[in-house]
């Protein structure tokens, strides 16, 4: 008798088969979704095809984003440490607008700081797989080629420009230079730490590393390709030490990586030393002067681009991440900015150590020349804490079809 009722409790109860078609069912819907989010993204940037007014489309994906993030969250744990310090952190955000601006220019940071708390919280559960990861940062990439298939004679007559003045740059349909390298460095990211599950995205991801490193590098952003540098070094300087690996291929990597370290901080030395465009923004952080009350909580979002006018004579901009910060949100901010990215690594996994330290290192090295961690208005902006929020707590399932 018992053992008919293990047999009529095996007919009932889901397969083992059945659960993991549930699972992969659930990733790719949760893949999809991101995928949508990464397109709208990349596509309002995309001004020279579709006009001024396709910026709009990124609110939509931000929304989508947030719908998506707080829908997975009911059924998903998330670490409450992690949620602790990002309310913590978007708190003192919040409490500072009121001394930045007047009560009508308030609704906007109230609802970026609120948007960022939701993506830093709930974000690694819709994103929880390296299989998701690499689906992503693939279909972000072939966006990328087919846009700029597309638009091949602006391409043209731009690189023709950019000659001219002795610079040479690729900048397609997007706003600028840097915007195409900024989002093909994060595609480029994912689809290295990314893990394939079919014979085709084994293909594929060679096809778009190899595309993305192409189009990095003839977009001319130096501080894309040094995000991207920072980040292999790091995250094969981690694997070499494990001790699995040949002491002598150790020693010698590490060799590689001191050369290669040097030759980046010669480059980026002279970079700042002789070129107006990085002098420029230091430039701003030394022209800012202002009451305590500034210095404290920053001038606000709104009315970040008066800065311009302030430092116009020196090239002053606020692309860098310590100068739009302190102008921004001041030294109340600066230090909520950093309980936010404290709070991503929160519930770290051993095994997931190396990807993310590698990819904080590299943020490190972006923070230099552009600010994408003051916003998640744009692509790079809204995958960098995406991918800093899931990559601590991301599961890995190698090569299982779990997705």
């Not at 001024?52 to 939509?60: E, M, P, T």
Request: with cysteine; proline share 3%.
């Amino acid at each position: 008798m018992m053992g008919g009722m293990s047999i009529h409790m095996q007919a009932v109860g889901p397969s083992t088969a059945e659960l993991s078609r549930g699972v992969r069912s659930g990733s790719r819907k949760r893949a999809a979704l991101l995928c949508a989010v990464a397109a709208m993204m990349i596509l309002s940037d995309c001004y020279a095809l579709f006009g001024s007014r396709i910026s709009a489309l990124k609110y939509v994906a931000l929304a989508l984003l947030a719908l998506t993030c707080l829908t997975n969250a009911v059924s998903t744990p998330v670490p409450k440490n992690r949620m602790m310090i990002a309310a913590i952190a978007v708190a003192m955000l919040v409490l500072e607008i009121p001394y930045q601006m007047g009560l009508d220019q308030m609704l906007l940071p109230i609802g970026l700081f609120a948007l960022l708390g939701v993506v830093i919280c709930f974000s690694s559960t819709v994103l929880r797989t390296r299989e998701g990861l690499l689906v992503i940062g693939l279909f972000s990439m072939m966006l990328v080629v087919v846009l700029l298939l597309i638009s091949w004679r602006e391409c043209l007559a731009q690189w023709r420009f950019y000659v001219g003045i002795g610079r040479p740059r690729l900048k397609g349909c997007f706003s600028n230079p840097n915007s195409l390298g900024g989002i093909s460095s994060i595609a480029l990211i994912m689809c290295i730490y990314g893990t394939p599950s079919t014979i085709w995205e084994v293909r594929l991801r060679k096809l778009f590393i190899l595309l993305a490193g192409a189009a990095i590098i003839l977009s001319g952003s130096r501080t894309s390709i040094l995000m991207v540098v920072g980040f292999i070094m790091l995250f094969a300087y981690q694997i070499a030490l494990r001790k699995t690996v040949d002491s002598r291929i150790r020693l010698l990597f590490l060799f590689g990586a001191m050369m290669v370290a040097a030759i980046c901080i010669v480059g980026l030395y002279r970079t700042v030393q002789y070129d107006a465009a990085v002098t420029g923004r230091l430039q701003s952080l030394y022209s800012m002067r202002g009451e305590g009350r500034q210095l404290l909580v920053g001038l606000g979002y709104v009315s970040s681009k008066e800065v311009n006018l302030l430092t116009e004579a020196a090239g002053g901009v606020v692309d860098m991440l310590p100068v739009s910060l302190f102008y921004k949100v001041g030294i109340i901010g600066i230090i909520a900015y950093s309980l936010l990215l404290i709070s991503t690594g929160a519930g770290i996994k051993q095994e997931n150590k190396p990807a993310y330290y590698a990819f904080l290192f590299a943020i490190a090295l972006q923070a230099i020349g552009e600010s994408y961690l003051s916003s998640v208005m744009s692509f790079p902006s809204c995958f960098i804490w995406v991918l800093l929020s899931s990559l601590p707590l991301i599961v890995m399932e190698g090569t299982a079809n779990k997705q």
